[in-house]
């Protein structure tokens, strides 16, 4: 009974001696805390045109911290937004060297504890009137935690904070703060001109190359150093980095962040380094503790040479492949071509065959040693993740459309539509013309632009590791892939016997060169399956008119413009030649990409965003109905996209290149039968049906009488 008695009277003087707040008694309490701010100007009066500062203090309460620019987490850094007379600009935040510490979420936080002063250069106009008083204004945001964090400044406390300032002849500085404004440049890290830095990748990270510009440098791994980084993915030097020696160079290895511990947060990465060398000791000659280390390009590091024992292979496998590629689809085409002019050739002066043969051999090699020579700079300049690989070129749909009308146009001429002279083809020719040389040499560089999408075997893994080599490895590599490829035809020049086996030329020789033919166009006709993918399906209608056109060019060309003709006939023929190319060439250009954004159309999303008060225009189109193309291409510009933006219309395609039913009942009730059917729908209002055929003008009239407009 005693007992029963007492314990009640214990937990009420025990609840008495608790906080009202649990969290108060761990953490503190962090409404009753806040920090204090201030914005205080180093000088009285300015001159115009001559920069001064003012700086940002946070006196922030025991226990509690701000942030770096870069936090190391989640937390957000001192911002300030800063309101000005005309003319005034406001620099960057000038960064202390913050506090390296154990961070909530499993990594190392980068803070300000107790006061933290903040600089920031402001520049005045250059006419400045004399005698006149400037206020400048801030508007500063930051975070503090203890375990918790919160916003500041505090809700109850002033937002902005303002100082004013007198224009003067000469800047006069404030006596009062001459304190303040030395602690702050005390705290700031210098730049050194005692050493020289580079940032590269390396195995999991980065690292930092410190170069020394003279030699009574200290010896950096005696020091206590820690690397701050002001970008979020690259770690601090205590969280798993090292320092080593590399002749007279430092190299500090850096772990980079991918994410952010425990929440993991994903940390957008970059292509600079950046950051604060730190240590209790001199860092160099001028006594320097925290050396700035300004913002580095990443780059990748120098790849040391292969021995010989493995290169060879290399090189081995390289002249291989080159070999191979002589059979690849890509390639074998222009073997038709030359193979041609070795029938040509034969029976002829075998000094010259030869010379032919070499003109080949160095149109391959210049066109290897261009591509390869792009590649390496490509190589060299990529950014870090970033790949690079033979063949990329090819990613550039530009560069696919030059080599698809080349191959189309190539096959034109072999199959007899018109001729375009030996010279341009090396197919043949007068062996005494610098005009055919000038073709052996073309058709070697045509070999190398088709060659480089194809990867033979062995040509993969060669390619592969050749990359990655030094400078001259990487163009003796490719090299002797270049000679790989021309093997073949060198042989051929150099031992005329083999030339002596292949058949003499007659009458087969235009049907050959017309079966030779088909091959182009089946190069041509891959390209431009490449081609279409790469600028979508739906533009490839105009593709597809546009070599119909080049088609058209080189029948006139080749029907008309002959020496048989009058003089004007030629003329005229010329003239519809290059009005067809040019046609051709047009419609087949890369197209611009829409600004529209299409969704897929369906009843019921019509229905949900006609409920939610949106407007809708749906396009029932498909791939074969020719009208709906020509509507695509004329009445979408940008100034139509941009006033269904402006107005809220969301565009829905309904795609009826394969048979839908649903499209199919939908065009029934709506009392249509054909394509193209384009219809806007307004909220509360019945559905408009627009004619087959669209202009821009129209579009824009109906989306602005029928549509509200915008909100103000």
């Keep these: 009974m005693k007992a029963a008695l007492v314990l009640p009277a214990l937990l009420v003087a025990l609840h008495a001696q608790l906080p009202e707040d649990p969290l108060e008694s761990a953490f503190g309490s962090p409404q009753a805390e806040w920090s204090e701010a201030s914005l205080v100007s180093e000088v009285s009066t300015i001159a115009p045109g001559e920069p001064f500062t003012v700086a940002l203090v946070l006196e922030h309460p025991d226990g509690w911290h701000s942030y770096y620019k870069n936090s190391g987490g989640t937390e957000q850094a001192p911002a300030i937004e800063w309101t000005l007379p005309p003319g005034f600009e406001a620099g960057p935040i000038q960064w202390p060297v913050p506090e390296v510490i154990d961070g909530s979420l499993d990594n190392k936080s980068l803070v300000y504890s107790h006061r933290a002063i903040f600089p920031v250069e402001i520049t005045p106009p250059g006419d400045l009137p004399i005698g006149e008083t400037f206020s400048l204004t801030a508007k500063p945001t930051w975070q503090i935690c203890k375990m ?23 800047t006069t500085p404030d006596p009062a703060r001459a304190t303040l404004f030395a602690e702050a440049r005390e705290s700031l890290p210098r730049p050194s001109s005692d050493w020289t830095f580079e940032a590269t990748t390396a195995e999991g990270g980065f690292a930092l190359r410190l170069s020394p510009e003279n030699d009574a440098l200290p010896d950096l791994s005696a020091l206590d150093l820690e690397f701050i980084p002001a970008v979020p993915y690259v770690a601090p030097l205590s969280a798993g980095g090292h320092i080593s020696r590399d002749g007279d160079d430092w190299v500090i290895t850096l772990k980079r962040l991918t994410e952010i511990p425990l929440i ?20 160099d000659g001028s006594g320097t503790t925290a050396i700035e280390i300004p913002e580095l390009v990443i780059g990748k590091p120098p790849t040391p040479p292969l021995p010989l024992a493995k290169f060879l292979p290399v090189l081995g496998g390289m002249l291989l492949g080159g070999l191979i590629l002589n059979l690849m689809p890509c390639v074998f085409p222009v073997i038709g071509i030359k193979i041609m002019g070795f029938v040509q050739q034969a029976g002829e002066d075998r000094r010259k065959i030869m010379l032919h043969g070499l003109m080949f051999a160095v149109g391959v090699l210049v066109s290897f040693w261009a591509l390869s020579g792009i590649l390496f700079a490509l190589r060299s300049g990529a950014a870090p993740g970033e790949e690079v690989g033979w063949g990329y070129q090819l990613q550039n749909p530009w560069t696919i459309l030059v080599l698809m009308l080349v191959m189309f146009v190539l096959g034109l001429s072999m199959y007899g539509v018109f001729e375009i002279g030996a010279s341009a083809t090396g197919v043949g020719g007068s062996l005494q013309s610098k005009q055919g040389l000038s073709g052996s040499f073309f058709s070697g560089i045509l070999a190398t632009v088709v060659a480089t999408p194809c990867s033979a075997p062995f040509l993969g893994a060669a390619i592969g590791v050749a990359i990655t080599l030094p400078a001259l490895q990487f163009f003796l590599a490719f090299t002797f892939m270049a000679l790989g490829l021309a ?14 086996m292949l058949p003499r030329p007659g009458p087969w020789m235009e049907s050959f060169k017309q079966a030779m033919s088909f091959l182009l166009f089946a190069t041509a006709g891959f390209l431009l399956w490449v081609y279409v993918g790469q600028i979508e399906l739906a533009n490839m209608l105009t593709v597809v008119i546009g070599l119909t056109l080049i088609a058209i060019a080189a029948w006139v060309y080749g029907r008309w413009d002959t020496p048989a003709r009058r003089s004007s006939v030629r003329w005229t023929a010329r ?17 611009k990409a829409s600004a529209i954004q299409w969704e897929t159309w369906s009843e019921s999303k019509v229905e949900e965003l006609l409920e939610e008060g949106t407007p809708v225009y749906v396009d029932f189109t498909a791939q074969w109905c020719a009208t709906c193309q020509l509507n695509k291409k004329r009445a979408y510009p940008d100034e139509v996209a941009q006033l269904m933006e402006s107005r809220g219309i969301v565009a829905l395609k309904g795609d009826k290149t394969k048979a839908d039913p649903e499209i199919d009942a939908k065009l029934e009730e709506l009392g249509r039968s054909a394509i193209p059917v384009n219809v806007l729908y307004v909220p509360g209002e019945e559905p408009i049906i627009t004619p087959e055929v669209l202009s821009a003008d129209y579009l824009t009239r109906l989306f602005t009488e029928e549509t509200p407009p915008p909100e103000e």
Excluded: R
Aim: hydrophobic letters at 45%; charged letters at 15%.
């Design 148 to 170: 918790l964090c919160k916003n500041e400044p505090n809700p109850d406390a002033p937002q902005t904070y303002a100082v004013e300032v007198i224009a003067a002849e000469t």
């Design 264 to 283: 993991e947060q994903a940390i957008e990465q970059g292509d600079t380094l950046s950051g604060i060398l730190v240590s209790e000791q001199a860092l």
């Design 487 to 500: 093997l073949p035809y060198l042989i051929l020049s150099i031992f005329p016997k083999l030339v002596d």
């Design 575 to 591: 003239g519809l030649t290059v009005f067809f190319a040019a046609l051709g060439l047009y419609a087949c250009k890369p197209p």
